[in-house]
């Protein structure tokens, strides 16, 4: 069978030489918990590594869809999705992409002095499913700040920046009631659709079923979905798609992202698929609407000059 380790399509990874890793690693704001490497790889099919010696760093896996194995100390774990675990320094190990269903995932090496503090309780792999609270998009908007800071470690600047972000990243899946409790205080007697909408808003990069949402709060379909309608107007489903819509006009607006990358980022396995929703929904293509876009705010800026 087909064994590949990395170089798949839509990958993203960035890594740091061992001479520059070796210099940041006196450095005292680095040197408690740095990153040596770091990636995001979507559905990746035929992805294993073999490690026999283990490593020198700790690697934490976190899966978003699909699924895979590894196995550590003797024993073969399955890995589902919204589930992560961390490998430790030093102890033999191996992993692999399920053939049928390959994970997506988003990974990372990290060192330092505090490295062996950060990890779980256990060997297996640990589950962090969706919620009322479960704030994974902030996760994965701080991986992303991470990666990005990463991408410009050359300087030492943001190698600091990078280890600093470490921290909070690592410890949402550590302590994860602390993590969610921000998202919990204040928030006061809610509607039932005001509860969908922010779950829905945190799920947003996820593709949730009618039947997922419903479970989430404890109703049958048909129930859940006449709630939410009677508040709203609008059924759950097209009303999440709106919500995902609104978020790729926000990114087409403010980055400079691909387009198949905001498809990912709102949860649209195709990128056709996204763009044929987004022009229904915007009455113009999500390019169409960058170029607009861009185009008032120049305008805007100009007469703000004069």
């Known amino acids: 069978m087909i064994k590949i380790k990395e170089g798949f399509k839509g990958q993203r990874l960035l890594s740091l030489s061992e001479n520059i890793l070796a210099q940041y690693a006196q450095h005292p704001l680095i040197a408690p918990l740095y990153i040596s490497k770091i990636g995001y790889f979507p559905k990746v099919k035929f992805h294993y590594v073999l490690k026999e010696k283990g490593t020198k760093y700790y690697m934490l896996?976190?899966?978003?869809?699909?699924?895979?194995?590894?196995?550590?100390?003797?024993?073969?774990?399955?890995?589902?999705?919204?589930?992560?675990?961390?490998?430790?320094?030093?102890?033999?190990?191996?992993?692999e992409a399920d053939e049928q269903n390959p994970w997506t995932i988003y990974w990372l090496h990290f060192m330092g002095s505090m490295a062996s503090y950060l990890m779980p309780p256990t060997y297996g792999p640990i589950s962090i499913l969706p919620g009322k609270s479960s704030r994974l998009q902030d996760r994965i908007e701080l991986f992303e700040e991470i990666?990005?800071?990463?991408?410009?470690?050359?300087?030492?600047?943001?190698?600091?920046?990078?280890?600093?972000?470490?921290?909070?990243?690592l410890s949402s899946f550590l302590y994860v009631e602390q993590y969610r409790y921000f998202k919990t205080v204040g928030s006061g007697e809610q509607s039932f659709?005001?509860?969908?909408?922010?779950?829905?808003?945190?799920?947003?990069?996820?593709?949730?079923?009618?039947?997922?949402?419903?479970?989430?709060?404890?109703?049958?379909?048909?129930?859940?979905s006449a709630l939410f309608?009677?508040?709203?107007?609008?059924?759950?489903?097209?009303?999440?798609?709106?919500?995902?819509?609104?978020?790729?006009?926000?990114?087409?607006?403010l980055s400079n992202l691909k387009f198949r990358e905001i498809a990912e980022k709102v949860g649209f396995e195709e990128p056709a698929y996204f763009s044929r929703i987004f022009t229904k929904i915007m009455g113009m293509s999500p390019l169409q609407y960058r170029l607009r876009e861009r185009i008032s705010l120049s305008i805007s800026e100009d007469n703000t000059s004069k």
């Open 61 to 95: 896996i976190y899966c978003i869809g699909g699924k895979g194995w590894y196995s550590v100390y003797g024993h073969r774990y399955e890995v589902n999705a919204n589930q992560y675990l961390i490998i430790p320094s030093g102890v033999p190990y191996s992993f």
């Open 147 to 169: 990666f990005s800071n990463f991408s410009m470690a050359y300087t030492k600047e943001y190698m600091i920046r990078t280890s600093m972000c470490l921290y909070p990243f």
């Open 193 to 224: 659709s005001t509860q969908v909408i922010h779950f829905m808003q945190e799920n947003i990069a996820t593709k949730l079923t009618l039947e997922e949402l419903a479970h989430n709060f404890n109703y049958s379909v048909s129930h859940f």
């Open 229 to 253: 309608e009677k508040e709203t107007g609008v059924s759950p489903i097209k009303y999440f798609i709106h919500l995902k819509i609104r978020k790729a006009c926000e990114y087409a607006e």
